[in-house]
């Protein structure tokens, strides 16, 4: 039994939908698990989409920056201590002002951020910029679970993490625990989504490392993200903004499918397709025709 459902309000909220949730979540075919942490590991996650990739180079062009900042200024230090100390110098200089390294400490620094600016702005506008949404969710974040809403297709379902002994009825190995999740976020591949992320309660945070987003949801805003997953799998993140007791007890789990995958879902999830864009409708006409 979830720690989280024990609550009579969460109970009451969640008991109704999630029966069909999982049942159709259980006909997605045999996913492997491509976006989670590692043991003992020290890197960013493997990238999935352009967006991660553009962060996980930044982080990279950082540490070969900072690496030879700190060796240097760690040189100094040593350098000072040895030389400059009462015993090794007891006459210390007594000047108070050098122009060209005043300069040089000046002008470097400001080099070098406009160096990393270069990188950094197209990068952070690339995330920034919403592109046309093909599928478009809004994510509530509850104390402590998450919520979310198809908008264009009518399906809600809620996200509550699987006690150790419920990972194995959902299909996942003892090493998820943590991270899985009852229900998925299910998304086609290859496909743009934008995520509308909010919360009802306290602040919390939307995170999928391996897809290089992170979004907070804060009560009474609505905020966005979005991305391209390159590659069906399974793909697990956490709530990244401390939002009380259990907060540690709040994953995210996002499976990428194929369209035809996908289309299938949403009918098996009673969706609405009234107002489904063009290439929904393309994969149902094709689907119907087989």
């Known amino acids: 039994m979830h720690f989280s459902k024990a609550l009579p309000a969460i109970v009451a909220l969640s008991s109704a939908a999630l029966p069909a949730q999982v049942a159709a979540d259980d006909l997605l075919p045999n996913l492997p698990v491509l976006g989670a942490p590692v043991p003992d590991g020290t890197s960013l996650q493997t990238p999935f989409t352009a967006l991660a990739r553009e962060v996980l180079f930044l ?33 210390p200089a007594r000047f108070t002002h050098n122009t060209p ?4 400490w000046t ?6 951020l406009l160096f990393i600016a270069l990188f950094t702005f197209p990068a952070l506008r690339h995330q920034q910029i919403m592109p046309e949404a093909e599928v478009t969710i809004k994510v509530t974040g509850l104390q402590w679970y998450w919520d979310y809403e198809y908008v264009d297709h009518g399906v809600q379902f809620s996200q509550f ?15 998820l625990y ?17 995520l509308q992320v909010t919360a009802g309660d306290v602040i919390h945070s939307w995170t999928i490392p391996a897809f290089g987003v992170k979004q907070d949801g804060i009560p009474g805003r609505l905020a966005e993200l979005w991305f391209n997953a390159e590659e069906e799998g399974i793909y697990f993140g956490q709530c990244s903004e401390l939002c009380g007791i259990n907060h540690a007890y709040m994953p995210i789990t996002v499976k ?28 149902s006409r094709l689907a119907s025709a087989e």
């Open 59 to 91: 982080d990279n062009l950082l540490l070969w920056i900072i690496v030879p900042i700190t060796i240097f200024v760690t040189g100094l230090m040593i350098w000072v201590i040895v030389f400059h100390n009462r015993k090794a110098n007891p006459e």
């Open 101 to 104: 390294i005043e300069v040089a």
């Open 107 to 112: 002008v470097v620094p400001a080099l070098i």
């Open 161 to 175: 993490m699987l006690e150790r002994d419920e990972l194995a009825d959902y299909g996942y190995t003892d090493d």
């Open 178 to 194: 943590l991270l899985a999740t009852d229900t998925a976020m299910v998304v086609p591949v290859n496909r743009d989504i934008v």
């Open 256 to 283: 990428v499918v194929s369209d035809e995958e996908y289309v299938a879902w949403l009918e098996r999830q009673g969706a609405n397709f009234a107002n489904a864009p063009e290439w929904i409708e393309q994969i």
